[in-house]
């Protein structure tokens, strides 16, 4: 499944005072890229959400950044130079894998297996492959 939008890391979650009890939540960006990746596969998957043993496959595709040369732009988009600044590759998975949680499979605690990679693209996106076991 390919879906077509921006990743966005996992940020640490924010605390808040309600009355005497403290709440986490979500920063506003990550909250939103959340419910956007939840509402893309649900119209790209319309069978039940798994509930099996689970091997998920991830690809992040994350923009090029703008003041490259040329060469190293190529380079980039070729795959010869992957990212490795950050965000950090397990902040990716964490906000997608939660976000496609009641869609793809029941939770994402199903997932027994996981491979995932990051690449530079023109095209910002997520592509996932998830098999039942």
Known sequence: ????????????????????RIIMYDPEKV?????ELHQLAKMGYKDEPLDGQLEVDV????????????KERARRLSGEHRPTVKPDLDN??????????????????RIVDLHAHKYYSDRPRIE??????
């Open 1 to 20: 499944m390919i879906l077509h939008i921006e990743p966005v890391e996992q940020a640490r979650p924010r605390a808040a005072h309600i009355g005497r």
């Open 31 to 35: 909250k939103k890229f959340k419910k």
């Open 59 to 70: 690809w992040f595709y994350r923009p090029v950044q703008k003041s490259l040369s040329k």
């Open 92 to 109: 990716y998975i964490k906000s997608a894998l939660d976000a496609l949680n009641g869609v793809l499979w029941t939770d994402d605690a």
């Open 128 to 133: 996932i492959t998830v098999r039942e076991l």
